[in-house]
């Protein structure tokens, strides 16, 4: 189960008040809601260096702490030192026990509906021991306490974690696959772009000149239309299209100009069609409609 956050003050109440009376509060919360319970302080941390993750029993004098693959992000570290505290838990005698993190996407995702959001394999592995422990008769409980808002406890943890993080590691360290899809996301990207600028200036001169580098999502994703409208559109805007200006030059057309009536024979690109073209400005309207219905 899940406690609401201590006497149901917010992160910026609780920083702007000193330490000693952060402290105070907890302490008395604890011994208000969870007095017979055993208190398990967990922390992950991610740097530069690398990734760790750290428990601490406090009152059984017990702790631990060990490096986790690089690749892992901050959320996999916190479940992961949740699950080797509840493996910690499941050696001990059968009790109640709270369990005090600073990652509150960990604990609700624990505890959130698994048939309606993505799920972590880590988290499958903490609900499965968490399972385990409940046919045990164990009771477990979590509490989400902000972090570096000067918990005595919570800032030893913190620092274990993080210490621990900054050392070196020899062996291969498991990491899930979900953290290492933005990696070769990163890595495509990168692939790109060097493809990209190792073309010729004169390559694709229409699109470089809307877009010095290649964007990470495709025009018109947000928009309400068909991929018909999007692939006309996209033509358009990158000048592969049939309209006079451009068949012109392909040796398709005889000349530039629109073919319509009522417009003067103007220089037929996409601008006239859109702005100044009067035999289209039935087609202009409902144009402007489409716009609006799809938020553009």
């Known amino acids: 189960m899940v406690s609401p956050n201590f006497l149901g003050h917010t992160p910026n109440d609780l920083r702007l008040m000193p330490p000693c009376i952060i402290n105070n509060l907890f302490r008395q ?16 941390s991610v740097t530069q260096s690398g990734a760790a993750f750290a428990y601490f029993f406090p009152e059984l004098h017990i702790q631990s702490s060990s490096n986790l693959s690089a690749f892992v992000s901050s959320f996999t570290a916190e479940c992961w030192a949740i699950l080797e505290a509840l493996t910690c838990i499941s050696s001990l005698p059968c009790g109640d026990f709270l369990i005090v993190s600073d990652s509150q996407a960990s604990i609700l995702a624990i505890v959130s509906n698994p048939f309606l959001s993505k799920c972590s394999p880590i988290i499958l592995k903490i609900r499965a021991l968490l399972l385990s422990l409940k046919i045990r008769s164990f009771s477990i409980f979590f509490l989400w306490a902000p972090g570096h808002i000067g918990i005595n406890v919570n800032v030893y943890v913190d620092s274990l974690a993080g210490s621990t993080a900054n050392h070196s590691y020899s062996v291969p360290l498991w990491c899930p696959y979900t953290n290492l899809v933005s990696l070769h996301r990163k890595f495509i990207n990168e692939q790109w772009k060097l493809e990209w600028d190792s073309l010729p200036k004169s390559y694709a001169f229409g699109y ?14 947000s928009l309400k239309m068909s991929c018909a409208a999007i692939a006309k559109f996209t033509r358009l805007r990158t000048d592969h299209s049939l309209l006079p200006h451009h068949s012109f030059k392909l040796g398709l057309n005889s000349s530039v100009c629109c073919p319509l009536p009522n417009c003067g024979r103007e220089y037929c690109d996409f601008h006239h069609l859109l702005i100044n073209c009067q035999s289209l400005s039935i087609q202009r309207s409902q144009l402007k409609i489409l716009f609006f219905i799809s938020g553009i």
């Open 29 to 44: 919360f604890i011994a208000d809601n969870f007095n017979s319970f055993t208190l398990v302080f967990t922390d992950g």
């Open 208 to 221: 470089r000149s809307l877009f010095k580098n290649i964007p990470n999502r495709p025009w018109f994703h």
